[in-house]
């Protein structure tokens, strides 16, 4: 089987390493990849939003399966497009991948359905959102409503914060059009969870729970950035509230969707807050999360494709998906400076000894040399029996990989030592 990727980050990078474990896939395709995806699978230099140029490829190469991973091709129609010229996909359609598109959406689709979320407010008018600002509690979250590289997001604690994330948002275009609208939404409280889940529209199967790190200092401080770390699985997921989640939000979710006309297959991703009132949906997305993908991946034991095909087929229900007993850490390494300005073009010295546990996602090739090229430049996972194992293995492998100015969080996983059902 010929398989194409679209993407270009650690996130591919992971669904890149794992579907090479299929014995019928004779060759990957990553467009564009990346320097260091590049050792796995056939890069070629198309971007993921270059719709027309994707189909071509896809056509003109046979392909016979495509996995669509980032928001920003699904979101335009990549699947619908692929999927006209009888190339079958992993991923959403586009009319159900405005479940990540539009936060705008999201929020009055869970109002409509009662799936638990917090209180907001909706403006598409500058003058009216400083208004509310002036008697908005305090603290309050301000989101962009479209897409914003897993930024959009700020978190303000005094209201001379609340007006200036407004106006950087809507009048300085921070994150373009996706500013255009805000909502503003009431601040929860408690251990944030991620949960990937495959869904074919009828049947949902949750992946191994997660816990990410957003911001870009130890002890959760400084800038948001699209994620410095992750762990799985996140011992404040318990099996009671994951039955809690299934019925009140999974589930809802997904026939929420359909009587909306919006059949969603692929990877839905739930951001959750556990709050003393139960969990509540922070975000959704339409696509595997990155770098969550870093640590769920390596613990599923069932095969990826198979199970991304029972996706695509509506077999869901039929397939075994199963998952290891075992704890994952990813760790971050970053170029200095991000998630603001950083320097590019600095070797990365990898030791073979580590190169499988490193998912590559901003790096390029110059002269057959692999260097740096973005701001998250790699994640480097570690999978062990217990939590604190895979910490310091993860940590350990991170210390033998060299390029100048790199920078990563030295407290990941620390929150989740903390739970009193870690092991």
Known sequence: ?????????????????????????????????????????????????????????????????????????????????????????????????????????????????????????????????????????????????????????????????????????????????????????????????????????????????????????????????????????????????AAECMEKIFLPTINAMNAEGRPFKGCLYFGLMLTKDGPKVIEYNCRFGDPETQVVLPLLESDLLTVMQAVTNETLAETEVKFSNDYACCVIMASKGYPESYGKGYPISIPQSVANNVYVAGAALNNGEVVTSGGRVLGVTAVSDTLQNAINASYAMVDQIKFENSYCRRDIGARALKAPEVK
């Open 1 to 241: 089987m010929k398989i194409l990727v679209v993407g270009g980050g650690g996130r591919e990078h992971a669904i890149i390493r794992k579907i090479k474990e299929n014995k019928s896939v004779t060759q990957i395709f990553a467009l564009p990849g990346n320097g260091g995806i590049a050792a796995d699978a056939t890069c070629v230099n198309i971007g993921a939003k270059d719709i027309e140029a994707i189909v071509s490829f896809a056509v003109e190469n046979q392909i016979d399966y495509a996995i669509v991973a980032p928001d920003d091709p699904l979101v335009l129609g990549c699947v619908d497009a692929l999927e006209a010229k009888g190339i079958p996909c992993f991923g959403p359609k586009a009319n159900a991948a405005i479940i990540e598109g539009s936060k705008v959406f999201s929020k009055e689709l869970m109002k409509k359905y009662g799936i638990p979320t917090a209180a907001c407010e909706v403006f598409d008018n500058v003058d009216e959102a400083l208004k509310y600002m002036e008697t908005a509690p305090i603290p309050t979250v301000i989101k962009a409503d479209g897409l914003a590289l897993g930024k959009g997001v700020i978190i303000a604690f005094t209201r001379e914060e609340a007006v200036n994330a407004v106006k950087s948002m809507m009048c300085d275009k921070a994150f373009g059009k996706s500013g255009d609208r805000i909502v503003v939404e009431e601040f929860l409280e408690g251990p944030e969870v991620s949960v990937l889940s495959f869904t074919d529209g009828k049947t949902v199967v949750p992946m191994i729970s997660s816990m990410d790190h957003k911001r870009i200092g130890d002890g959760d401080t400084g800038l948001n950035t699209g994620g410095m770390g992750t762990i799985a699985p996140n011992p404040y997921y318990t099996s009671a509230v």
